[in-house]
């Protein structure tokens, strides 16, 4: 088994490995000869991200081998992954490949550098990781959901950030509704208060009759679901690498969030949030 690879853009890898590090504190990195897919399927709050980006929108020089049909699937946690790559921000060079230390595997980071005198610096940072078999990642399922009942391109997310941070003191959970009319409304209700903010003149994916087979007879009517408010702001922190997003809703059951790495028509790459609906008990 053989990885190693220059890494062409740490900032986008830094920046999808900080939004994956907001949702879980393990999480898998699956290396085949032309896809990077990063998969964590989330702790107790049931939200998942299965993030695929290609190639080459973060390496080059890249070479793989392994008896698994090239493919490579590592377990590691985002957090130590994430000072690593920290620390090539500035970087010239970054070098990765896959190592051992004392017979335990690792990805390792060579970085070279100048110092802010102008000498150089070399660097090795060692992310500790466990190698998954095929059978463990066999396990891996992506989660399965319903049609969505309505799709709509969300506004900045880091705009929504700035509402949601303010409803978050008046509830656990949030209600995101849209409809056929490029309309979006975030909700919150409880005994004492209820808060909402509706967005409109949004646009709608084009999405084929196969894919989306329920329409609705009345386009104005909002299709919702309830989310708990921290997986919704664990998500919205994918703003830091977000260009286009797309929610799709199924009522009553999850929503899901395609965050956009790049043009939407030639993107290097999309994260895809799955947020578990709430069943709430009045």
Not at 48 to 73: A, C, G, K, P
Request: aromatic share 6%; hydrophobic share 40%; with cysteine.
């Amino acid at each position: 088994m053989r990885f190693r690879t220059s890494v062409k853009d740490v900032s986008i890898f830094t920046r999808v490995v900080q939004s994956i590090g907001k949702v879980a504190n393990r999480c898998v990195i699956q290396l085949t000869s032309e896809q990077i897919r990063l998969i964590c399927t989330g702790d107790s709050d049931g939200a998942q991200i299965w993030s695929q980006m290609t190639v080459d929108s973060l390496f080059e020089d890249y070479r793989i081998e392994s008896n698994f049909q090239n493919q490579i699937n590592l377990e590691v946690s985002p957090d130590t992954l994430l000072r690593a790559l920290r620390s090539a921000n500035n970087a010239y060079s970054v070098t990765l490949r896959l190592a051992k230390r004392n017979k335990d595997p690792l990805l390792s980071f060579a970085i070279s550098a100048q110092s802010h005198t102008g000498s150089n610096i070399e660097i090795v940072q060692d992310v500790l990781i466990k190698v998954l078999k095929p059978t463990e990642f066999s396990k891996i399922k992506e989660p399965l959901c319903p049609a969505p009942d309505v799709h709509i391109v969300l506004p900045k997310l880091v705009n929504l950030r700035t509402v949601v941070d303010h409803m978050r003191s008046l509830s656990d959970i949030l209600t995101v509704s849209a409809n056929h009319e490029g309309n979006l409304k975030l909700s919150v209700a409880e005994d004492e208060v209820k808060l909402e903010t509706t967005w409109s003149d949004l646009a709608h994916p084009h999405i084929t009759a196969s894919q989306n087979p329920e329409q609705t007879s009345d386009p104005s009517e909002y299709k919702s679901v309830m989310l708990d408010m921290k997986s919704f702001l664990r998500f919205l922190s994918s703003y830091v690498v977000a260009t286009t997003t797309i929610a799709c809703i199924c009522s009553n059951h999850c929503a899901i969030f395609y965050v956009y790495i790049g043009d939407v028509e030639k993107s290097s790459g999309v994260m895809t949030f799955f947020l578990p609906g709430i069943v709430r008990e009045d």
